[in-house]
Each structure stands twice: as structure tokens, then as C-alpha cells.
């Protein structure tokens, strides 16, 4: 046999022909006799040029490592971080091209200030003034709207600037809209926020129960980590509580149906058979747990203690055949998921995501699955843990952890508390009484203020959003955002990286550089803090939005702005060098002379031992993919914390307590489990809205598209937004797939295609719609009901009709 | 006209307007509704995905917007077919064409070829590879019919899949061009993917070349190198099992965290 080797056609570019040649001549001098070198064959392979680095995935909450590929000063390719923890070298198909997410062609390169009939370019000095102005002529209708997506440094300096700054309180995240109810279940029922478990749970469970979950495509990576187990041949059971089919359901074995609000009703079923059945943990409940029912004349996070007799009596009437009324689950569905629950030799985890916390009762919900887990005992062992998901990459780690909501200060603290203030002024080194004690406007009322008329209340006049888009994330948007547009007197200021349905409104748009176009910390769901570094420069005038704030700060500290001042008249944002020099950071020229991330990062630090989320110094976190606080110093290591509560895992339980729930709103190192009663959702269907809309994303785009629509990739296998209805709702109808419909709600209408049992398959009188396509908002349609102690708003139940449209 | 003859007329126009209606019926059935006056283009649909024109085969046609034409049942089948941009297969190219002990010979235009191939339906060098075919949207169990050992025949290739049964199938791999929807483009991307290395570095003229990709998600190196794999790329000796013995992986691209600067004892201390 004979093999015709492909001869090699060396295609020499200048550097590699100058390396061979001295390779020659070297290997000619070393050994003179030989009278030739050896070829160098393929020389120039592209792979050989490429700069490999570790960074967080840009997308979900997930928090998978990627390995970033660049060569000649661009993003080439990407990989799965096989020495990643989250994701063990897999991703998703947004993860692999989240490279190209850098390279639409319509990326924001100048900033631009509206004028009559367009945009006029301006320069970055006229911009800073003009926000300088708008802030200086009324520093308190000024607001910050920020996100579960600004990095961990960008959060903290808008907190600061904001709370300490300004000492305004009007800052708040698109992370109100995504997890608010996930912070005050956690709230409610261990007095600090964020899950005890973490994604190591999925390795060691037997039962995995998704509570209005979808996480085949939501988190693909984490859902898979659990299906792949089961290919491998572990038997895991899988439940999908939900109220449509879903690729999610296709794995799992039971697919348990229900109405809108009916996991309340699931949740008060479950802990009545448990106590009726005898099967709940006495021990755990008796050592480890108080009752709490909701305080109706003050609603609050503490609600009113109970006794187990109260607590059991409120549950009488949750009988297996009175939740199936109310929830659509059959009664022995039910009776299956309390026998589970009460069968202590398997590990049960529960995830849930936005069905859950996009919920008017929210809050209520998150601390029902808090309380089955404690009643039923399935807590505080690895694989038996109660887990929320974020769905941003830094929702945990900037807006829980640093605090950027509009109550809130950094490491757990909130500005209603005079000590928690003291500790912020000291930390800022402030002048005492700096920060205001009230809190500020929550994401819905800070819009609904800004889209009603100045002399009608409308008392926020200057919004400035970052990284985000609430043009199309905003529940009932032709309330809570179109009217701005008719409001002259109103400024709204829009940092993005890509024109989008926010940038359509804006007065002023500032070019934002993204990802590895800058330093950057994110923390994902599971508590894990990750660092990475600016890889490649950003296109144009784009630039880091921590710079665009402390360029703003400066500003005033230049016009003599009180409040940008310390209490030794410096400079709030003051950074300095090794030798003592002071770095003028807010120069964009300087940003990059020192790493103002590590700055503020080491800053921030301080505040995290208060409530024992300790955070490792930065250097750590350069060297790891990502660390779980508590990181604590044990042995000259910085060691992190798999199950926080639980002896043996947590360095902050004392020894021979077993469980210690440390931050106990009692007090007494008990957690609460809550009662809570079903009640109906915020709009149901009727006589003339007859279908519950459902929104949601698709796997291949995320958030509302504006990075993933530009993927070609992407875009290509998902185009556009769709109506999916049942076929024998459609039949109906006299609607076929691919035919137009008209939905319209009480707030608005939208026209797009029909597809009937594709991606998610919704059961009779029930509709969903996708909200990533920025030309057809479902958000026209939402509801702007919100939670009433997280002020979350509800997207998953507006009542809608649906008719075909006419040709 | 006597009354006989009126009769006999009156039952030849009977029988003229049956035989037609009954003709007429068959015809009918046999092709409904087909536009008329289509000339050359007739059974030919054209789409645009990506700046690039395709062509699609099918016997009715979905050009008129005023006239969208049935198929007839008689053709669902291939038309369902075309539609996944599949080849119609004659019985005789089922034959599978996988011949493991064929003499391998590659010229370097096949290996260009099979490079571009590659590329077609990859972001950049080490992306999961879009998928060319509808797919179920709920159910991955199928994928693993065709793709868990690979096909060849004349006229059609499935790869095999390179890397370790992984569950969710569609978790990374997407619809190229969705069965469901047009796909246009939202907005360009000047997005320049790494491109696939043309082959290894020797060590010398006919050493083993290096392994110039990483090893990572590409266990089976015969799912690409192997006979279902593109030609330009095959493996002249398929029947060699062990392919790392020869074929040295990179420690730095399958991210390998054991890279140090070897060290090595201090050498014996001379005294003087």
C-alpha cells in the first residue's frame, strides 16, 4: 500500500521565514558537517498563534469557564475550562459562540446625544458634562438602573457613587425583575440570603425536582450534568413541575402538571401528608427549626411565629384532593411527592428558577420549598438541598452580594439599619449621616416615576441604565417605559455595547466596551466569586462602565460636588500606587495603569465578614476558576465552603451542633418554615381573555438577544419570536402553523406566527410567547403585579385572546 | 326535429358532460391546484439563508404567494426529504460505500476540500458543528440512531459522533437552517473564527505528525480520520488502533495544567 503524504507547501510569512533561517543557520554552526537543517514542516500552523486565557462564560447564572482563544488582538475561538468545576470542560451552544457576541457590525463605538431627528456623535468630555450637569441640577431625581450583569468592581462603584456619592438611594437592578423573591425567601427562612447548597448537589441526588424549570435549556450545562449521570447508569429521578412541556420534561420521568399558583397549593399539599403521615424529620424539625405564618396587619420578612399545632392546622385544609381542585396535579401526584419526601434514605435537591420568582406571591413560594426541605429533613447533606438558580452571570455576586438594590448595602446590610450605615461610612471613610436611611425606588415604582409627568408625581427625572435593556425587560412596558418618550423634561442615559429597544428612547447613549474587553468579577448561583482579565481592546470610543462611572464621580469632584469628597476631602474613587503616587484613573488614558478591579475588589472585601461571605484577596481568585465563599484562611489556605449551615462543611458551625443556622431571624440558630396559603394569581383567564400567556427564553438566545441575535449561529437556528398554543386550541381557532395571530392583552397586542408542538408544548388555554426578539416584545402584554415583599413582578400569567389574522 | 332524435341528443350530452366530470375528477386528484405556466423553473423552490441561495427539489412548488401548492400525497414523502436538504437515495446508492481496508490517497485539494467542508457549518475550529437537518425539537433520543456509529453510502455521509455520549444533544449542536421558520440574518458580525490547522508539525520528513487540534470532546479520533469521515481527512491506516502511540497530543490545547519547566537534580558537586 502506498500513501501519497500531501507535500508540504510552506507558505513562509516574513517572522517564520526570519525563524528558519536562524534555526538553519544555528543548526548549521552547531553542526557543520551535517551541510543541512531539517525542514520545518506546516510551519505557521494558525493554532500555534493563538493566546489561550480563562474567563467566566458572558451569558447565564450558570457561570461555566471558558477558555478564550485570541490571536492578533481578537477573540478566534473558544473552549469548555476542562479545569472548571461548574462545567468540566462542557458549555452550551451560547457558550461556545459567546466569542462572536463581540463582533456584530452594529457595535456602539461613539457616544451619541439625541437631537431633533437622529443622533449627533459626540465626545466622550461633552457626555460626561452633560450627565455632570443633569446630576448637579437635581442630584435626587437622579436614578442608577444597573444589572445582574455589571461585574462585581462596576456594581460597587455604582453603589458607592449612588449611596455614598450621592447619597441617593435610587438605584436598583434588572435583577428585581429575575430574583428578587429568591433573596426574600432566603431572607424569610435563614436570615441571609443565597442557597446553603451547591451544584455538587446535582452529583449526589437521587430525586432532582424543577419547579417551573427548564433547565435543558435555561442552564443546559447543569441539566446535563444530572442526565449524563443517569447515562452512565445511576438511576436518578426526575421531576418536572411545570405548566407547559418542555424539552426539560422529554428526560424526566414524571411530568407533573399544573395552573398557574398551583405549587403553592403543591407545596402546603406535600407538608400536610408529611404531618399526617407521620413521616416528617421530628429530629431535624424539633432541634433545628421555628414557624412562621404571615403577619397580614404588617406584612413583613418575620412574620408571626406559630406553634407546630398552628402550623399544622393551617395545612388541614390542603388535602390531596383539595390541591388537585386548586392545583390541576392529581391527588396521587401528590401523593407520590410527599411519600418521597418523607423517605429519608433518598437525597432530594429542588431547583427552580423564574417560574418560582416571577411569581405576585414569590416570596410566599421560595420559603414553601425552603420548608418542605427543613420539615421533611432533606437539608444540609450533600445531594438534599433546596437550590435557586440566577439567571444572570453576576446576580448573585453584584446584586445580593454587593447590594445594589435600592434598600440595600454591600455584604448583606441594608440602609434602614443605623449600624449597617455606620459600618458603609466607615468602610467609605464618609462623614457620618452620609447615607440616607431611606430606601430608594424598587425597579418598578423608580419607571413608573420616571414615565408620569413632573408635576404629577413624577419624581425621578434622570434615569442612567447599564447593562441592561429594560426597553424590553420591563413588565407592561406601554406603562412602565414607552410614555417617557413623550416626556421632555425626562433624560434617559443608556451605556450599552449594541443599539436595543432601550437605546431607542435614550437621550444619550454611551459606548460600553463588554466581557473580555475588560477586567472582570462575576459570582454565579452556587456563591462562586470569578475573576478574569481584559483580553483583547474594546472597538472604538468604548469603554468600561466602571470607568463611565468614576469619570462621572470625577467630574464632580472637579466642580466641587460635596458629596464626591471624603471626610478628608478626597476624592471618593482616590487609588494609588505602589510608590504612594496617586493613578487618575478617571482618565481613560490612566484607567489601565494600575487594575482598578483589584482596587475596588480588595475595597469591597471589608464588607463581607458581617454576614460570614467571606472573600478570598484577588490574587486568589486569579489563580482558581472561581472560589464559593465563605472562603475562609485555614492552614495558610484559602479553602472554600461546599454547604454553608452544616458541621464539617461550614468553618462558621460550632463544633457538635450539627446544623446551625447562624443568621436566624430568631435569634436562636433555627431556620423558619413559613405557611403560606394558596391564593390566586394576579390576573386569571376570562370570558374575554380566555388564555394564560407564559413568557420565557429559548435556549439559544439570551436575555433579550441583543448579544446572541448577533451570533449567526444562533440567530439562524432561532429568527424570530412565536406564539406556541395547543393544537386543539389552534383547531380552534382555525389556526395552522406559521399563520399570523393577533395576542392581545389588557395592556397591549403583538402579531406574530403560530407554532404549534414545537420547541414547548403548553396544554389547553395556555399560550407562550419568547421575549428575546426585540420587534416583538411580549413584554406589551405583561402584567406589572408585583410580589409584596420582593416587589418582583409576575411574567409567566396575563390573561390574553389570541385570533388569527385575516390575510 | 322529432321527439326520438331530441332524445337521442339529450343522451349523448348526458354522456359528454359524465365522461367529463368523471375524467375531470381523476385528473383532478391526481394533481391539485398546479400553477400554471411555470416553464423551466417548475419544482424548483429557492430560498436564501445567509447571503447564499439555495436550491431545494420539490415536485409542487411554494413560489406564488397568491397560490401555494399542495403536495401530493404520492410525494410527501420526498418532499419532507428535500426539505431537510437530503439526497434522494435510488436503492442502488444504499449500498454502504464504507470500505475499512481501501487503499487511502489524498491529494492536497481533497484535504482542502474536506477543511472547507468542515468549516461550512462550524463558528471556528473546535465549535460544535451546526446541524444540516430538521430536528425533532423535543426528543434527542434519535440523534444517536444514525450519529452513534456513523454512515456512508454513495451518495451520503453521517459523521459519527467524536466525543462521549453526552445526553442533551441539542445543548450545543443547533438547527442550521430551522425546519419552522425563514431564517434571515438580524445583524452581521464581522466574527473571524481560528480556521482549522492544514495538519501537524513533524519532527522530520515522515515522523508522526503532532495532533495540531486538542483532544478534548474528540475521543474517537475515527469519527473524523475514520472511513465515514471526509476523505481529505481520512487516516491512511485506519486498522492502527492506538492512535496516540505515534500522533503526540498538545499539553497546552488540551489544557493540560501540568505545564512546568522540566527540573532536574543538580549535577554531582566537584571538588577541587
Known amino acids: ?807 | 326535429m322529432n321527439p326520438e332524435t331530441g332524445q337521442k341528443f339529450a343522451y349523448l350530452i348526458c354522456f359528454a358532460v359524465i365522461s367529463v366530470t368523471v375524467a375531470g375528477y381523476f385528473i383532478g386528484l391526481q394533481s391539485p391546484m398546479n400553477p400554471i405556466g411555470r416553464g423551466e423553473d417548475q419544482g424548483a423552490t429557492r430560498y436564501r439563508v445567509a447571503g447564499k441561495s439555495q436550491h431545494q427539489t420539490k415536485n409542487s412548488n411554494h413560489q406564488s404567494a397568491d397560490a401555494i401548492a399542495a403536495t401530493r400525497y404520492a410525494d410527501m414523502y420526498a418532499a419532507l426529504l428535500s426539505r431537510s436538504q437530503t439526497r434522494r437515495s435510488h436503492l442502488k446508492d444504499l449500498k454502504s460505500s464504507v470500505d475499512s481496508l481501501a487503499e487511502i490517497t489524498i491529494t492536497d485539494s481533497q484535504k482542502q476540500f474536506a477543511l472547507a467542508m468542515r468549516q461550512q457549518n462550524r463558528a471556528f475550529n473546535g465549535a460544535p458543528p451546526t446541524i444540516p437537518h430538521p430536528v425533532e425539537q423535543l426528543s434527542t433520543q434519535t440523534c444517536m440512531v444514525c450519529h452513534g456509529n456513523g454512515v456512508k453510502t454513495e451518495t451520503f455521509r453521517v459523521s459519527k459522533m467524536s466525543h462521549q455520549f453526552l445526553a442533551n444533544c441539542t445543548q450545543c449542536h443547533v438547527e442550521a437552517v430551522p425546519q419552522n421558520f425563514t431564517a434571515t440574518e438580524f445583524g452581521e458580525n464581522t466574527f473571524v473564527g481560528l480556521p482549522a490547522p492544514t495538519g501537524g508539525a513533524r519532527a522530520f520528513p515522515n515522523a508522526p505528525p503532532t495532533i495540531p487540534h486538542s483532544t478534548w470532546m474528540r475521543v474517537d479520533c475515527m469519527s473524523c480520520h475514520g472511513p465515514t469521515g471526509l476523505h481529505g481527512i481520512r487516516t491512511a491506516h485506519p486498522w492502527r488502533q492506538n492512535c496516540q502511540q505515534c500522533h503526540a497530543p498538545s499539553s497546552k490545547l488540551d489544557q493540560v495544567q501540568l505545564d512546568a519547566i522540566p527540573q532536574f537534580l543538580p549535577p554531582p558537586k566537584i571538588v577541587k
Open chain 1, 1 to 807: 500500500m502506498t500513501t501519497n503524504e500531501h507535500p508540504a507547501k510552506p507558505k513562509f510569512e516574513r517572522r517564520q521565514f526570519i525563524k528558519a533561517s536562524a534555526m538553519a543557520a544555528a543548526t548549521a554552526v552547531a553542526n557543520p558537517s551535517s551541510g543541512f537543517a531539517l525542514p520545518v514542516l506546516n510551519p505557521g500552523e494558525p493554532v500555534l498563534d493563538v493566546q489561550w486565557n480563562k474567563a467566566p462564560c458572558r451569558f447565564c447564572g450558570t457561570g461555566c469557564h471558558v477558555q478564550v482563544g485570541v490571536k492578533d488582538g481578537k477573540v478566534v475561538a473558544v473552549a469548555g475550562d476542562k479545569n472548571a468545576d461548574v462545567n468540566k470542560g462542557l458549555l452550551c451552544v451560547k457558550g461556545y459562540h459567546v466569542g462572536a457576541a463581540l463582533y456584530g457590525k452594529d457595535r456602539l463605538t461613539k457616544p451619541l446625544l439625541r437631537q431633533k431627528g437622529g443622533y449627533k456623535e459626540i465626545s466622550w468630555d461633552a457626555a460626561l458634562n452633560l450627565i455632570a450637569d443633569r446630576i448637579e441640577s437635581d442630584p435626587k431625581r437622579f436614578a442608577i438602573y444597573g444589572s445582574g450583569q455589571w461585574t462585581i468592581p462596576e456594581g460597587y462603584a455604582a453603589q458607592k457613587f449612588m449611596k455614598g456619592g450621592l447619597s441617593n438611594n435610587h438605584i436598583d437592578p434588572n435583577a428585581r425583575l429575575c430574583m428578587a423573591s429568591a433573596v426574600t425567601g432566603f431572607l424569610a427562612t435563614y436570615g441571609v440570603d443565597e442557597p446553603a447548597g451547591c451544584y455538587d448537589d446535582l452529583d449526589a441526588c437521587d430525586v432532582l425536582i424543577m419547579w417551573g424549570n427548564n433547565p435543558a435549556e435555561m442552564h443546559p450545562v447543569l441539566f446535563s450534568r444530572v442526565i449524563d449521570r443517569r447515562s452512565r447508569g445511576e438511576k436518578i429521578t426526575l421531576i418536572d413541575i411545570s405548566t407547559r412541556r418542555t424539552r426539560t420534561t422529554e428526560a424526566c420521568q414524571h411530568y407533573l402538571e399544573m395552573k398557574g399558583h398551583g405549587d403553592l397549593a403543591i407545596a402546603n399539599g406535600i407538608a400536610h401528608l408529611l404531618i399526617k403521615n407521620g413521616k416528617y424529620d421530628k429530629k431535624f424539625v424539633e432541634s433545628y427549626c421555628n414557624f412562621k405564618s404571615p403577619n397580614d396587619e404588617k406584612p413583613n420578612l418575620h412574620g408571626k411565629p406559630i406553634s407546630f399545632d398552628e402550623y399544622k392546622k393551617q395545612l388541614e385544609p390542603y388535602t390531596p384532593e383539595k390541591v388537585e381542585e386548586l392545583s390541576g396535579m392529581s391527588a396521587d401526584d401528590i401523593r407520590m411527592l410527599a411519600d418521597l419526601f418523607g423517605n429519608p434514605e433518598l437525597k432530594i435537591t429542588s431547583l427552580w428558577c423564574m417560574g418560582v420568582n416571577q411569581h405576585t406571591r414569590g416570596t410566599a413560594m421560595n420559603t414553601l420549598i425552603h420548608g418542605i426541605h427543613l420539615l421533611s429533613g432533606h437539608f444540609g447533606r450533600p445531594g438534599d438541598s433546596p437550590t435557586s438558580l440566577t439567571g444572570q452571570p453576576s446576580a448573585c455576586g453584584t446584586v445580593r452580594e454587593v447590594g445594589t438594590l435600592a434598600h440595600a448595602l454591600p455584604g448583606g446590610r441594608v440602609v434602614a439599619n443605623a449600624e449597617h450605615r455606620k459600618h458603609a461610612e466607615k468602610f467609605w471613610k464618609l462623614p457620618d449621616g452620609r447615607i440616607l436611611a431611606t430606601p430608594g425606588y424598587h425597579t418598578v415604582k423608580m419607571w413608573e416615576k420616571f414615565c408620569t409627568p413632573t408635576d404629577q408625581g413624577g419624581d425621578i427625572g434622570t434615569i442612567w441604565v447599564q447593562v441592561t435593556n429594560p426597553g424590553q425587560t420591563l413588565p407592561n412596558l406601554n406603562k412602565l417605559f414607552n410614555p417617557s418618550e413623550k416626556l421632555d423634561d425626562k433624560f434617559l442615559i443608556v451605556s450599552e455595547v449594541y443599539p436595543t429597544a432601550t437605546t431607542r428612547l435614550a437621550n444619550l447613549i454611551l459606548p460600553s466596551a463588554m466581557w473580555v474587553e475588560k477586567n472582570g468579577i462575576f459570582g454565579n448561583s452556587e456563591r462562586r466569586t470569578q475573576q478574569w482579565f481584559k483580553m483583547v481592546d474594546p472597538p472604538g470610543e468604548a469603554r468600561d462602565d466602571c470607568w463611565q462611572t468614576i469619570a462621572v464621580a470625577h467630574r464632580l469632584f472637579e466642580r466641587g460636588f460635596a458629596g464626591m469628597k471624603d471626610r478628608d476631602g478626597r476624592f471618593i474613587f482616590e487609588v494609588k500606587d505602589k510608590n504612594n503616587q496617586l493613578v487618575p484613573i478617571w482618565k481613560w488614558e490612566n484607567y489601565y495603569d494600575t487594575n482598578v478591579d483589584q482596587h475596588l475588589f480588595e475595597e469591597y472585601r471589608q464588607f463581607t465578614k458581617y454576614k460570614h461571605k467571606d472573600l478570598a484577596p484577588y490574587t486568589e481568585y486569579v489563580a482558581t476558576r472561581g472560589l464559593r465563599w465563605p472562603v475562609v484562611e485555614r492552614g495558610g489556605k484559602w479553602r472554600e465552603t461546599h454547604l454553608r449551615f452544616s458541621e464539617g462543611f461550614d468553618p462558621y458551625v460550632e463544633s457538635g451542633k450539627g446544623v446551625q443556622f447562624y443568621h436566624s431571624t430568631t435569634k436562636d440558630d433555627r431556620a423558619q418554615i413559613w405557611f403560606h396559603p394558596w391564593i390566586a394569581p394576579a390576573e386569571v383567564p376570562d370570558k374575554d381573555y380566555p388564555f394564560m400567556l407564559c413568557t420565557g427564553r429559548v435556549l439559544e438566545h439570551w436575555h433579550t438577544g441583543s448579544m446572541t441575535r448577533r451570533i449567526p449561529q444562533l440567530n439562524r437556528a432561532m429568527p424570530t419570536a412565536y406564539l406556541e398554543i395547543h393544537a386543539d386550541d389552534a383547531a380552534k381557532l382555525d389556526i395552522r402553523n406559521g399563520d399570523k395571530v393577533k395576542v392581545e392583552s389588557r395592556r397591549g397586542e403583538l402579531t406574530l406566527q403560530a407554532w404549534i408542538n414545537g420547541r414547548g408544548r403548553p396544554p389547553r388555554g395556555t399560550v407562550f410567547i419568547p421575549f428575546f426578539d426585540e420587534t416583538l416584545l411580549a413584554n406589551v402584554l405583561t402584567l406589572d403585579a408585583i410580589d409584596p415583599f420582593s416587589k418582583q413582578p409576575d411574567y409567566k400569567k396575563s390573561a390574553v385572546k389570541v385570533s388569527k389574522v385575516k390575510r
